[in-house]
């Protein structure tokens, strides 16, 4: 057994009673949360089942004022003796009180009055006609979800009927006043809704198969499903709670029954909602034991690379060195035995780089990206599609579109024409690529494009023709054959130290393949291949503002978006 696999194993033997004791004490809190959480939550559901009979409760008490008022008492015994004048306003009055008791509790209810000797009937809401047959069906001493009709919408209210002097529901003739209370379906809606809005359940109400009040947004199959799953009625229990596996889910379902109306309160949530602190923090343990775990493991490693690795790195850098990678450096901190060697390796290929780059990539290079510039700035083709679109415009006589084209046409080579200085400043190249934009979409006629650059940026030096080879790709490559047109968004960044514009297009877009492809080239020395054009901006970054300077490519989603980015220089 060498020393490798026994420190493995000494790791193992570490870490094994911490996961096993964490594993029980998970166990032993998610079970105490868990009881107090349900406490939490009956109590919850039975305060609020409370605030509901509360208020079934107060709106009842308005028969006992109704059935003690004198003004009802004189019409339910004196209304055949008394004139037509006095019946008017005695009805007048009794209405206007039903009003006032039905507006004087903040809950939509309406209060109807009958009076089975006289043949009269009087309602909070308007006038009202008095219907035996209808009051006998419907007449019950609880409160029962029925159909109404209120000024002509029809509604579902919960209605309770009380009997002056009382002689049974079934001989109301012997009744002098029968006072009918209706409160609407809405009130309850309301309350589920600022029952549910404190939290993550949904609350409803339930008596049988077809008898359910919903909340505004609550999900009715789940509901159902949840009755249909666990017989509330056969269950026997006033108040508890049950797991119950829906949909391949387990939850918590929460009820409460309540006496004086004969429904269930029910309330549910997903138990993975209640347990997600819980499994958060589960996850976090884990998390962390992995990085223990993966740490110990790279400790060994190390120990192990310290010593040969080093080696086999310095001959592979050596290599790579002879290939003509001079950026080919050895990162790792050696050991004391390989610290001289690897220093002088490092100092070795730093001046060789230094040789390259500052001779080879300032005169070669240099000339190369002049030569594509002068390429760019005598483009046969892009100039033909110029003249050939303001020909076509002159002979239509649409004159402002050949003086536009124009315009363009010569602040582009007015642009590129300029050979006193390879640099420029952003606002000047942003006003040529803008330019360039101009004369392609009088062509294509189907590109927009938006350009944010912060003033801090504006005057800032860069070399030219750094952003418009970026805007010709994004045209050529990505908008020109998508149908529709597309958009470019130009935008500059202004952080700390470094200063970056991103060039980005909705056009067909890259493959992350293709782009880690192209980045990987950027970095090389490798100067073929289709995308020169980038590659020659990313040297003339790397030459002007030093090596950790470049550009980057991304796949935007829909489109294309390439970063160029600088370290600021100090001066």
Not at 2 to 19: E, G, Q, S
Not at 30 to 53: S, W
Not at 440 to 454: A, F, G, R, S
Not at 478 to 502: A, C, P
Request: hydrophobic fraction near 40%; include cysteine.
């Amino acid at each position: 057994m060498n020393l490798i696999t026994k420190m493995y194993l000494l790791i193992i033997l570490l870490m094994t009673p911490v996961i096993l004791l964490f594993i029980y004490s998970n166990q032993q809190s998610t079970q105490v949360i868990m009881n107090q959480i349900n406490i939490a939550n009956q109590n919850r559901l039975g305060q609020f089942l409370h605030k509901i009979e509360g208020t079934m409760d107060q709106v009842s008490n308005f028969s006992n004022l109704i059935t003690k008022d004198p003004d009802f008492i004189e019409f339910a015994l004196n209304t055949p003796s008394i004139s037509r004048y006095e019946y008017s306003t005695l009805l007048e009055t009794i209405e206007r009180k039903l009003g006032l008791f039905s507006l004087s509790v903040d809950k939509m209810s309406r209060i109807n009055v009958y009076f089975p000797a006289s043949g009269r009937a009087a309602s909070s809401h308007g006038s009202l006609t008095y219907n035996a047959a209808n009051l006998k069906n419907n007449v019950s001493s609880n409160w029962t979800l029925r159909t109404i009709t209120d000024n002509g919408l029809t509604k579902r209210a919960f209605t309770r009927h009380f009997i002056q002097p009382y002689s049974g529901m079934s001989d109301l003739d012997k009744a002098s006043i029968v006072v009918e209370i209706d409160i609407m379906e809405d009130n309850l809606i309301t309350m589920l809704d600022e029952f549910k809005s404190k939290g993550n359940n949904d609350p409803f109400l339930y008596q049988s198969s077809d008898q359910f009040v919903f909340n505004q947004s609550s999900d009715a199959r789940m509901a159902r499903l949840i009755t249909e799953t666990y017989n509330f009625v056969a269950a026997g229990k006033t108040e508890n709670y049950e797991r119950l596996w829906l949909d391949d889910k387990q939850y918590l379902v929460y009820f409460y029954k309540s006496e004086k109306l004969n429904w269930t309160l029910i309330d549910y949530v997903p138990l993975q909602d209640i347990l997600a602190p819980m499994t958060r923090s589960q996850n976090l343990f884990y998390f962390t034991v992995g990085i223990l775990l993966t740490i110990g493991v790279v400790t060994v490693i190390l120990l192990y690379l310290n010593v040969q690795v080093p080696i086999k790195q310095l001959t592979e850098s050596v290599l790579r060195l002879k290939r003509g990678k001079f950026s080919e450096r050895i990162t790792n901190k050696p050991v004391k035995e390989f610290h001289t060697l690897v220093y002088q390796f490092n100092e070795m290929a730093a001046q060789i780089q230094h040789l390259v780059e500052k001779v080879y990539l300032e005169e070669i290079r240099s000339k190369e990206a002049v030569m594509k510039q002068l390429q760019s700035q005598i483009n046969p083709h892009f100039l033909y599609n110029s003249l050939a679109y303001i020909v076509s415009m002159a002979k239509m006589n649409r004159t402002q579109a050949v003086v536009s084209m124009s315009y363009s046409l010569a602040d582009y080579y007015k642009y590129t024409t300029r050979n006193d200085s390879m640099m420029t400043t952003i606002r000047q190249e942003i006003a040529f690529v803008t330019s360039y934009i101009d004369i392609m979409n009088y062509q294509l006629d189907n590109i927009q494009y938006l350009v944010e650059i912060p003033d801090s940026m504006q005057e800032i030096q860069i070399p030219r023709l750094l952003i418009q080879p970026i805007a010709e790709n994004a045209i050529l490559h990505g908008l020109e054959s998508k149908l529709g047109g597309g958009r470019i968004w130009i935008v500059g960044r202004d952080e700390d130290e470094w200063l970056s514009i991103t060039i980005t297009d909705d056009g067909i877009g890259m493959s992350e393949e293709k782009c880690i492809e192209i980045n990987n080239r950027l970095s090389s020395s490798d100067k073929e291949g289709e995308h020169f054009g980038l590659w020659n901006v990313n040297q003339r970054l790397r030459y002007h503002f030093g090596a950790e300077s470049g550009v980057k490519a991304a796949s935007s989603g829909t489109g294309l978006q390439v970063e160029l980015s600088w370290r600021k220089l100090h001066i």
